[in-house]
C-alpha cells in the first residue's frame, strides 16, 4: 500500500503541519484498529489519516479516521486536509469529496489554485472556570478561559498578547491535568498588518502531543471566538509553532470553513500488511 507525508497549511515542504495518509483499497471495514494504532506509531507523526472509499449511495465518498502515535481522535483538520490534497493530486477524486468521520460528514473542496476548504462543524465557545493549576502548568496568567465541547476536547486559553502565546514553553505534565486533550493558548495579532487576525499554539499531551505544529480542529473554535471579537465572520489564523502555518477561517453558523494548501514531502510503500 502506498503511504505519503503530508505538510498540510502551508505551501512549503517541511512547514505546516506534516501528516500520514493512508488510502486503503477496500470498500469494506477499516482494518483492525490495533494494526492502524502501530502504523501511526511507526510514523510518529500528531495525526496518520486512513481512508477507505464508500459504496456508492452511502452518506460520503470515504470513511476516513484519524490516529495520533497514542490514540484515536474525535476530529483532525490538517490530516483530513492532507488526505484531499491526496485525493486531489493521485486524480482518485476532484472538486468536492466527502468523509464520514466521527464528528459527522465532512466535505473537502479543491480549487484550481491548489487550495482547499474543509467544511467542519463550528465547535461550541463557552466560558469555563480555569483549573486551579493551570496558570503554573501554562507559564502565563489567562485572560479567559472557554470549552470547546465534545468534538474538540480542549481548554481555549486567551492570554495577555501575541508574545506572550508565542514565549510560552508549558509543564506538559501539568497540562495534561487540565483539560481532557489539551490547551489552545490565543492572542489577537499585534499587527494584523502581517496577513492574520490572531494567532494561536497548542498543546496535546493527553493524545501524546506535546504541541502541534499547526491544527484545524482548533481553529473551529477559534473561528467562532475570535469572530465574535473582531467582528467579521472571514478571518485568518497563524499557529505560531517552530514550523508554523496559517488558516483561513470562515465561520458560517454552526459550520466553519478552514482553508490551507498542502505539499506531498514523501511518497512510498508499507509493506507489513494488515
Partial sequence: MRIRIVDAFTDRAFGGNPAGVLLLPDAGAFPDD?????VAAE???????????????????????????????????HATLATAHVLRTTGAASGSVSFAA?????????????????????????????????????????????????????????????KTVRA??????????????????????????????????????NVGIDEDPVTGSAHTVLAPFWSARLGRRDLTGFQGSARTGLVR???????TLLTGTAVTVIDGELLPRP
Fill in 34 to 38: 490495533a494494526w492502524l494504532q502501530r
Fill in 43 to 77: 510514523v510518529n507523526l500528531s495525526e496518520t489519516a486512513f481512508a477507505h472509499p464508500l459504496p456508492e449511495g452511502a452518506d460520503a465518498d470515504w470513511a476516513l479516521r484519524w490516529f495520533t502515535p497514542a490514540t484515536e481522535v474525535d476530529m483532525c483538520g
Fill in 102 to 162: 466521527r464528528c459527522g460528514v465532512l466535505t473537502a473542496t479543491a480549487r484550481e489554485d491548489g487550495a482547499i476548504t474543509l467544511d467542519f462543524p463550528t465547535s461550541p465557545v463557552t466560558p469555563f472556570e480555569a483549573p486551579a493549576d493551570l496558570s503554573q502548568a501554562l507559564g502565563a496568567e489567562p485572560v479567559s478561559v472557554h470549552d470547546s465541547g465534545p468534538d474538540v476536547g480542549d481548554l481555549l486559553v486567551e492570554l495577555a498578547d501575541e
Fill in 168 to 205: 510560552l514553553a508549558p509543564d506538559s505534565a501539568a497540562l495534561a491535568r487540565c483539560s481532557r486533550r489539551g490547551v489552545i493558548a490565543t492572542a489577537a495579532a499585534e499587527d494584523p498588518a502581517r496577513g492574520y487576525d490572531f494567532v494561536s499554539r497548542c498543546f496535546f499531551p
Fill in 249 to 255: 477561517t470562515g465561520l458560517r453558523g454552526d459550520r
